[in-house]
């Protein structure tokens, strides 16, 4: 089921040798829900593949979630209805899964193991690689560089992402990120150059899938898209694989076709889940809230799988989506996740509930890459100053509010009665966009000026002089504003 690749030495990686042939066993002893008991196994580990191959010739898949001594426990991915004890062989196949590295799989949609799911023909290719893959060599390793324009305002003004860079999504169920991620898929751009985006679904529901499947149809159908559904009735063992299938298949594109590659990841949260309830069916002992105490290097082993290589023309950038439990950003997965990404877009309740979409809680969103991927001969020159004056606003506007719920807007000075005003102007017109609405990043841009050209240009002091000179839209009449001729 497995075929030996040449390690790639630019990714750490050590040689490795070609597996055995498969051994095929027949001494099943248990069957109970979607596990087998394989007895009497020898060299066999964790999450190595399996075919179970029944009587009647039919032909099912499985990994194997634990060993002891003889015994292997193997989950069966298409499930173990109409299997019985006398008829089953199972054949090991000395490795974990592995998947065809091609761009064919542009253009597709396929389940959590890559199988189709668009009526069209199986995946191929001339080499398979291993979908556990490993972190970029810190060696080969370059800086995310180069922003990569998602055409929403939130996100490219004020938390540009960079190419090459890790930058999660949190929100709380009931909140629009699953739309979100799939309009970051859509519309994202590199200005011209090759081009990708691989969007794996995990554990979502049977009309998130349709409705994240008929978004990205355009530009699947343009072979600039893949996407993975892992619905929240499959196995939860192939929840586990999902991401890594799909890293595998950036990292093909991006390294060897020179592509730069965005990958959307949603629900990770789902993702953790699914390894505490491994966990647990290994007998595992839990740690903090039930997860395995190697839940964080497990998600580094995904995230750091993202990032730009030496010599190498393409990247992989990583926008995973979490949801978090009862909103707490302390929770294990979000708070882990801080640790190994770089910044986070936040999504808040109280934005979503005013109609603002999307609803991006900018005091607790940042980008830590944005400066190595805006200003000049990158996006525009005062594209960092207005960034740092409109949080330094809202800063300030969001003070103003806490203070007008105690002594009433009405007995704020009118310098605070500004700030409120810039804000809901801020929501309105720069934050609110539609779902299926892109702009560019000049329009987000000049859209930031016209909101903070609302205030005399004496408050805009996070901007150099110059810079209000050519930017600041002052006006007729409004020289008592202090504004820059």
Known sequence: MTAARKPDEDR???????PPQPIE???????????????????????????????????????????????????????????????????????????????????????????????????????????????????????????????????????????????????????????????????????????????AALGVTHADAASVRQTLEARA?????????????????????????????????????DRHVLVLLADVTNYAEALRQVSAARGEVPTRRGYPGYLYSDLASLFERAGRMRDRAGSVTLVPVLTMPAGDITHPVPDLTGYITEGQLVLAKDLHARGVYPPLDLMGSLSRLMRRGTGAHLTREDHPELSDQLYALTARA??????????????????????????????????????????????????????????????LTMVSRQTLAARYRAKEGDAAHGHVR
């Not at 750490?12 to 070609?18: A, F, N, T």
């Not at 191929?124 to 490993?134: A, F, M, P, Q, W």
């Not at 009735?233 to 694989?241: K, N, T």
């Open 221 to 257: 159908g343009e072979r600039e898209a893949v996407l993975f559904i892992n619905t929240a009735d499959d196995p939860v063992v192939e929840r586990l694989m999902t991401p890594r299938l799909a890293l595998t298949v950036a990292e093909h594109l991006a390294f060897e076709c």
């Open 25 to 199: 066993y027949s001494s099943t002893t248990s069957i109970r829900g979607p596990l087998i008991v394989v007895e009497g196994v020898e060299g066999i580990g964790w999450n190595e593949v399996a075919e179970i191959r029944l009587a009647n010739g039919e032909v099912r898949h499985g990994v194997v979630l634990d060993v002891h001594l003889d015994h292997a426990i193997v989950e069966v991915l298409e499930g173990t209805a109409g299997m019985r004890l006398d008829g089953v062989r199972t054949a090991f196949g000395g490795g974990p899964m592995s998947v065809p590295v091609t761009e064919d799989w542009l253009g597709r949609v396929c389940d959590g193991r890559g199988e189709p799911l668009d009526e069209g023909p199986p995946i191929l290719g001339s080499r398979r690689r291993e979908i556990t893959g490993t972190p970029i060599n810190p060696a080969v390793r370059i800086p995310p560089s180069e922003p990569i324009i998602t055409g929403i305002s939130a996100i490219d003004g004020l938390a540009t992402l960079v190419r090459g860079q890790k930058l999660p999504i949190f929100s709380v169920g009931g909140l629009p990120h699953l739309e979100l991620a799939a309009q970051i898929a859509v519309q994202a751009d590199v200005a011209g150059e090759p081009f990708a985006v691989v969007f």
């Open 12 to 18: 750490g990686e050590d040689p490795v040798e070609l």
């Open 398 to 459: 969001l003070q103003a509010a806490e203070l007008a719920e105690i002594v009433g807007a009405d007995a704020l000075p009118a310098a605070d009665q500004r700030l409120l005003t810039f804000r809901a102007t801020l929501e309105r017109e720069f934050l609110s966009q539609g779902q299926e609405e892109a702009r560019t990043l000049e329009t987000t841009l000049d859209l930031g000026w016209q909101v903070a050209s609302q205030l005399p240009a004496a408050e």
